[in-house]
């Protein structure tokens, strides 16, 4: 049994609206696939919030390292979605016996990376950050 991490990064890294149906060769049926915005079951979830990267552009996903320890991997990316935005992660890999994904969860600043970029609720944010803020360090 092999597990199928080279093709999950090669699907990631040419992702395209026409190509998400890849993943059902990939991942099994009642994937979790979570990230600070989501947390959901089965690959057709899987697929629909993926394509919502879609509606407003072009995303594309390089993988920059990746790491296999005894029971997942662990994906370094970076993730672009048009000019000026730019989002930086890892992902958790956790496989299936038979090596395909079982659950795939993001971890990515989400306050800092997106967020903050939302007029008014980066401001908020600002405000909250600069409360906690140690002030003199270095």
Known sequence: MTDRLDDYVAFFERIALDRLDELDA??????RFKDPFNDLRGVANMRKALAMAFEH???RFEVID?????QAAYLLWR?????????EGMSEIRFAPDGRIAEHIDHWDSGAQFDARVP???????????RFRVRGGT
Do not use: E, S
């Open 57 to 59: 552009g072009t995303p």
């Open 26 to 31: 990939l991942v099994v049926p009642d994937v």
């Open 79 to 87: 993730y672009t979605h048009g000019p000026g935005f730019a989002l």
């Open 66 to 70: 990746r790491a296999r320890g005894h």
């Open 120 to 130: 008014v609720l980066g401001w908020l944010i600002g405000l909250v950050r600069d």
